[in-house]
C-alpha cells in the first residue's frame, strides 16, 4: 500500500468535488494525490482513429486542468496524474487497495437530499480493502450547519479499523466526533415493554456503557479529541442518515461477507452512501 489520496475523475460535475475533497484530505495527511481517469473508449478496429485521439485528447485536457487546478489551491501538495484502460469498476478497486483512501462522486438527488450511486462506485464500495469516501457534487449539496463527524458502530462486532479511522480523521480536521449505536427494541420484551417503558431505558444505559467501554482505550489515545458518544433506539439506517443532515462527514464499517456473485454492502451502509447530503467514508472491516 502507498501512502497516497486516490481519486477517480472522469470529468463530471461530481467528480470534480470528490478530487477538490480529496486534495483537502491529503494536505490534511500530507500524503500525495493520486487523479486517476479510466478509458472505457472501445478501441474496436472499425472504429475510426480521429474519434479515438480526439477522445482521449480531451480525457488528457480535463486530467491536466484538474490537476493544474488543485494545484494552485494547494500549492506544496504532490499530485499524480494517471490514465488507465479497462474496466473503471476493476480500476478503480485495484487502485483504492493500494490507497490510504479513495475518493469517489456522486450525482445528488437535486431537491431530495441523497446520492444516485452507479454500479462503478458501489463496485469499489463493496469490495476495496481499505476505506472509501462518497462526496456529493457541490452544487447540489444543501445548505447545512455542520457540526462535526457522525460514526455508526456496532457494540457487537469488533471494529478497530472504523474507531481507528474516525478518531485519526478527527484528530487531524480537529472536528468533535459523535459516535452512534442504534439497537432495535428485543421483540422478546413485547407486552412489557409497553406496560413499563423503563425496560426500554434501562437496556438502552446499559447499551451505552458498553459503548462508553468500547470508546475508553481510544479517548485516552486521543485525548485531544471531542467525543460524544449515544445508544439510540430504533433502525441503525434511518438513525445514521437522520444525524447525517448536519454532519461534515458520516463513517460506517463494511463487514467482508462471502457472497456467491459481485461485492456485498450491508443495508445500513448502503442507506447511509444513498441519502445522507454529507460525505460518506467506508470502512471494510474484517
Known amino acids: 500500500m502507498t501512502a497516497q489520496v486516490t481519486v477517480g475523475f472522469d470529468g463530471s460535475e461530481a467528480s470534480i468535488a470528490a478530487a477538490r475533497w480529496a486534495a483537502r484530505e491529503a494536505v490534511l495527511r500530507e500524503v500525495p494525490l493520486r487523479l486517476i481517469h479510466v478509458d472505457e473508449w472501445p478501441s474496436a478496429p472499425e472504429l475510426p482513429s480521429t474519434y479515438a485521439r480526439t477522445h482521449a485528447d480531451r480525457a488528457e485536457s480535463l486530467v491536466r486542468d484538474l490537476a493544474e487546478e488543485v494545484r494552485k489551491e494547494h500549492p506544496d501538495l504532490e499530485v499524480f496524474t494517471e490514465r488507465a484502460h479497462g474496466r473503471a469498476a476493476d480500476v478503480l478497486a485495484a487502485a483504492a487497495n493500494e490507497a490510504d483512501l479513495t475518493v469517489l462522486g456522486s450525482r445528488g438527488l437535486g431537491s431530495v437530499l441523497g446520492f444516485v450511486v452507479g454500479s462503478v462506485s458501489l463496485h469499489v464500495v463493496g469490495s476495496a480493502r481499505q476505506p472509501v469516501a462518497l462526496v456529493r457534487t457541490e452544487s447540489q449539496q444543501v445548505t447545512r450547519s455542520p457540526t462535526g463527524i457522525v460514526v455508526g458502530v456496532d457494540i457487537y462486532h469488533a471494529c478497530e479499523p472504523l474507531l481507528g479511522f474516525a478518531f485519526t480523521e478527527a484528530a487531524r480536521t480537529g472536528l468533535p466526533l459523535s459516535f452512534l449505536h442504534c439497537w432495535p427494541l428485543p421483540a422478546t420484551y413485547g407486552y412489557a415493554a409497553l406496560v413499563d417503558p423503563g425496560l426500554g431505558e434501562e437496556l438502552g ?12 482505550p481510544w479517548r485516552k489515545r486521543y485525548a485531544g479529541v471531542d467525543v460524544t458518544a449515544e445508544a439510540v433506539m430504533g433502525s441503525a439506517a434511518y438513525q445514521l442518515v437522520e ?7 458520516v463513517i460506517v464499517g463494511r463487514r467482508t461477507r462471502k457472497v456467491p456473485v459481485g461485492p456485498h454492502l450491508g443495508h445500513v451502509a448502503h442507506a447511509v452512501i444513498h441519502h445522507s447530503p454529507a460525505p460518506v467514508t467506508v470502512v471494510p472491516l474484517a
Do not use: T
Not at 444505559?205 to 475508553?216: I, K, M, S, V
Not at 444525524?243 to 462527514?249: G, I, K, T, V
Open 205 to 216: 444505559e446499559r447499551l451505552e456503557g458498553g459503548l462508553e467501554d468500547l470508546l475508553e
Open 243 to 249: 444525524a447525517s443532515r448536519n454532519a461534515d462527514l
